[in-house]
């Protein structure tokens, strides 16, 4: 009830206008429908269960400025209009509104303090082995193309077809010896490949070639199998595309493998940005989604780009290691007067990570003369800019081969031969 009276209407149905016809039937009113959506995150509940505390709950009621008699709608709606936010590219029109509203109560200011962590989201799929990641997507495509070409399926089905992919493939028993699950990986990868050949010929129906089912059929196939000109077979894992490419699953494209701080999971990763000053509410500001796969330092830019149009960029900005690099903490505050605040990545070397030996930072830098010198006071002897494998920059310094030689501490320094450090 403190936000209908403290902040009025949050949304306008004038705002989601593009994302509806002109013709057709009344829609709901979407102004209200995208204060339900909020309610039911803030809340944590089912469509079914916020669709309910429409038709039954006071303080719902209150908040949307309904009569206590409306009848509400059917929780389909919440479904159908969601659809139409992530199609529409919209999904922010959820959080604008509700920032300028606090901006205009002085509940949120820009160039104060905000940070931004990231966390897992997990992908609404089942979890495939190998064997299953081939057989659902030919389940998959044979159930649409009897939808959208049954006469067309019935002229071009194999007989052992409807047996094998008849069920869902977690109600298959797959044999369990290697031999033989490379044999039905085989099977599978002939039945597609026959599929697909039938599928793109040039006198079948543009219903068939044009079916999503179809071409994700084609995509998955060109990842897990060899051919079609040999013998249809799993490819080699050298050969598999990497996490960034690699599809978990025919339902969603998108979905990716990848691990953080220990934790495995098949999905997205989200980017959450908040203020976190002493004197106002703590708020966010903006939320990113990514692949699973997308690395955490590379969306300070992105993240910084979307806040500067909301004129609401930080002066500084919390993260952790995960986020910094040289190349982000200078950006940030050559292009966006952001100070970012926060650990570097650990130094990855075997002193480092044991704690024994002099690791890099045991020694003394000078940018003036291009020079490092060791803990026992010898001077490095090459000064070289270059470039590492991902193509940043990088400088080796390396130093005289008979200073190392003859160190006494060799051993807590480098493990090398003969060459020095």
């Known amino acids: 009830m403190q936000m209908r009276d403290t902040f009025g209407p949050l949304y306008d149905d004038a705002q989601f206008a593009a994302l509806f016809s002109s013709t057709g039937q009344p829609a709901e009113a979407p102004a209200r429908l995208a204060l339900v959506l909020v309610l039911q995150f803030a809340e944590g509940l089912s469509d079914r269960q916020a669709a309910d505390a429409v038709r039954g709950r006071i303080d719902w009621k209150y908040a949307l400025a309904l009569e206590l008699t409306d009848p509400g709608f059917d929780a389909s709606v919440l479904s159908e209009f969601r659809t139409r936010l992530i199609e529409g590219g919209a999904d922010h029109l959820l959080l604008e509104p509700l920032l300028r509203r606090l901006e205009e109560r ?15 989201i997990l992908a609404a799929i089942r979890t495939l082995n190998r064997l299953e990641l081939v057989g659902e997507p030919m389940r998959y495509a044979l159930n649409r193309l009897a939808v959208v070409a049954p006469t067309w399926l019935r002229a071009h089905m194999q007989p052992a077809w409807l047996e094998r992919y008849g069920n869902r493939v977690e109600n298959y028993r797959f044999p369990k010896a290697d031999a033989e699950r490379q044999q039905l990986a085989a099977t599978i990868g002939a039945d597609g490949f026959a599929l697909l050949h039938t599928a793109y010929a040039p006198d079948a129906p543009p219903a068939v070639r044009a079916a999503l089912a179809v071409e994700v059929l084609r995509q998955i196939w060109v990842q897990q199998y060899y051919g079609p000109d040999t013998s249809p077979r799993w490819r080699h894992e050298p050969d ?21 701080h220990g934790s495995a999971w098949v999905g997205y990763k989200a980017h959450a940005t908040e203020t976190c000053d002493d004197d106002t509410p703590h708020v966010i500001t903006h939320v990113e989604t990514t ?26 900005h919390l ?3 995960g986020y910094t690099d040289a190349e982000t903490l200078i950006a940030s ?42 803990p026992h006071g010898k001077q490095s002897r090459k ?39």
């Not at 002085?106 to 897992?120: E, M, V, Y």
């Not at 978990?248 to 979905?255: M, V």
């Not at 505050?333 to 650990?343: N, S």
Request: glycine content about 4%.
């Open 106 to 120: 002085d509940l949120l200011k820009a160039r104060g303090t905000q940070r931004t962590d990231s966390t897992h």
């Open 240 to 260: 598999v595309p990497p996490s960034a490419q690699l599809i978990h699953s025919p339902y969603d494209l998108e979905a990716r493998y990848s691990m953080k």
């Open 291 to 316: 692949p699973a796969t997308t690395p955490d330092d590379n969306m300070l830019e992105t993240i910084h780009a979307a806040l500067a149009e909301k004129a609401l960029l930080p002066r500084e």
């Open 319 to 321: 993260v952790d290691c």
């Open 333 to 374: 505050e050559r292009d966006y007067g952001v100070t970012i605040v926060g650990p570097v990545a650990a130094d990855p070397s075997w002193q480092a990570r044991e704690g024994t030996g002099y690791a890099n930072g045991a020694f003394t830098i000078n940018w003036e003369t291009h020079t490092a010198t060791c």
């Open 383 to 421: 000064w070289q800019p270059d470039q590492d494998v991902t193509g940043q920059e990088v400088i080796q310094i390396r130093f005289a081969k008979k200073d190392c030689q003859a160190c006494p501490v060799r051993s807590a320094c480098t493990r090398a031969h003969a060459e020095p450090r």
